[in-house]
């Protein structure tokens, strides 16, 4: 069965604190790995996909990296506006069409 | 930007009653999904939908759960007779094709009374 986890659940950061979060994942195929943030009653909105191992896609403070087992999302001196839910999802080849298999998230909170 | 819409933002409803949340996924794409969140759970698979038909479903999306695309621009999920435990958020998401990645609503918050 295809599984997320996602590490730590909750993060405090201060302004300008870079920190990694940790999306490991088990998968029967990998055909991609998703990033997502998720702002209070919001809904997902989308940041990365990685396909293969080795792989890297970077966008503004963010950084998304993947290995054969897990997915890092790196944030580098982070704003209070990047303060949101972060979820990690994948797809498998397994089953007709690209459903996600969410993980749990970590809340990241940055402070001034 | 194009955007996934889902109307209402929140609905209240008697248990046993019938429920129809609406979405208008972007425009030029093929894919349709619907997910549920519990508060406080992980966000879940429901249904997915191409070529105006079903192509996976959960286990959630027993017979009570019915998906519709009535016209070239709306995608709704109805459950027939609500139960406590249907209370969720539910988002609608769409996606084009190929490796293209799913674009999410921001969501109906389902309560069920």
């Known amino acids: 069965e295809d599984q997320v986890t996602q590490s730590p659940e909750a993060l405090r950061l201060q302004e300008g604190e870079s920190s990694s979060l940790n999306c490991s994942y088990t998968v029967s195929g990998l055909r991609g790995l998703f990033w997502y943030r998720q702002d209070p009653g919001k809904g997902p909105e989308f940041l990365f996909t990685l396909y293969s191992a080795g792989e890297e896609k970077e966008k503004e403070r963010l950084k998304a990296t993947l290995t054969k087992k897990e997915s890092f999302l790196h944030i580098t001196a982070p704003k209070p506006e990047d303060s949101a839910t972060y979820l990690c999802a994948v797809q498998g080849y397994g089953g007709a069409t690209n459903k996600l298999i969410f993980g749990t998230g970590t809340l990241l909170a940055v402070q001034p | 930007e194009p955007e996934v819409t889902q109307t209402p933002s929140h609905q209240v409803t008697q248990m046993g009653q019938e429920v129809i949340l609406r979405c208008v996924p972007i425009?030029?794409?093929?894919?349709f999904y619907w997910y549920r969140q519990i508060l406080g759970q992980k966000v879940e698979f429901l249904v997915s939908f191409y070529n105006n038909e079903i192509s996976e479903k959960s286990e959630i999306f027993d017979d009570q759960f019915s998906v519709e695309r009535p016209d070239g621009s709306n995608f709704t999920l109805k459950i027939r007779s609500t139960k406590l435990e249907d209370s969720a958020m539910y988002f609608c998401?769409?996606?084009?094709?190929?490796?293209?990645?799913?674009?999410f609503g921001d969501g109906t918050r389902l309560s069920i009374l």
């Open positions: 425009s030029n794409h093929l894919y």
């Open positions: 998401a769409s996606r084009a094709t190929g490796y293209q990645p799913q674009h």
